[in-house]
Structure formats: C-alpha cells, structure tokens
C-alpha cells in the first residue's frame, strides 16, 4: 500500500490524535483542493487526513499501526491497544 486517505468531520481533532501516536504531519494542499494533513510513514506511505465535506460518509474501518510507545503522548507501554481515533474508528497500536 502506497496511499490512506481518512476523510474526516473532525480535522484537527483527527490531526492531534494521529500526530500524539507519534505521525508528524504536513499541511498541503493541490490545486483548489481543500488544506489537508500528510505524514509520510517510515516504509514510505503517505497517510492523508482530508475535510470530510457536509453530509459525506466517512465510513467504518480499523486501522493498525505499529508505533513508539515512548513517543505517544500519552506513553503507550509496550504491547498491543485498542483504542478509537475522535471518528470512532478503531485503531490497533502495537507499541514498541
């Protein structure tokens, strides 16, 4: 996989909560596009956060990430999580 985007109603919200598990963002935008976020992870993906717009289903899906507990704010101890992103989509941390 090369390419996530997340839509999302709760933007900044979604950005904290992403960037505190340790992903460092960049705002950009292409064109007349709407100003999202993108990290780049280490094996070269890029994750995208997006606008959801008005009325736009985000949909439901679980992601998992494998993270520097360490580096999470708050700390993660080492092992597996279950946790849930302000949309309420499930993320599985798996902290080192």
Known sequence: ???L???SPRLEECRSY???LGLHFTAERHGRGPEHYAAILPDGMV???YPAREGQ???ALRLGL???GAAASPRLAPGRHLLS???GRT???HAE
């Open 85 to 87: 992103d302000p949309d």
């Open 18 to 20: 992403y960037q505190n």
């Open 91 to 93: 993320v599985e941390i």
């Open 47 to 49: 994750f995208e956060l």
């Open 5 to 7: 985007v997340l839509y």
């Open 66 to 68: 494998a993270v520097d």
């Open 57 to 59: 289903r985000t949909g």
């Open 1 to 3: 996989m090369t390419l």
